[in-house]
């Protein structure tokens, strides 16, 4: 199992690819397969029959995953992409923090 650094509801920007330079909200997370579902980026048709009596089918776009080293974390202060580093605080609690501007993410 692989550590990523992106979690869930991050903002991220797309660094590589056709997407280049989107910035989307990350929706789920595989660190599995080191891959992230980034809202309205890396867009894909889906031809899908239908499957019930009275269901639509027909071309639907979804979001397919994108490898997580294409993508770095959007600080919410500064407003520019960035690598979290960690702190630790005295209470002992673990949290990212922005390498540009030192603002908690």
Do not use: F, W
Request: include cysteine.
């Amino acid at each position: 199992m692989n550590k990523l650094s992106i979690k869930s509801g991050d903002t991220v920007v797309v660094l590589s690819g056709k997407d280049k330079g989107k910035q989307g909200k990350v929706m789920s997370v595989d660190p599995k397969a080191g891959k992230v579902i980034v809202e309205k980026v890396n867009m894909v048709s889906r031809h899908t029959k239908p499957r019930q009596q009275g269901q639509q089918g027909g071309i639907l776009q979804k979001e397919a995953p994108i490898y997580a080293c294409k993508v770095q974390r959007v600080c919410p202060k500064c407003n520019k992409p960035t690598r979290p580093a960690h702190k630790l605080l005295a209470d002992g609690k673990k949290v990212r923090v922005c390498k540009k501007c030192g603002a908690e993410i």
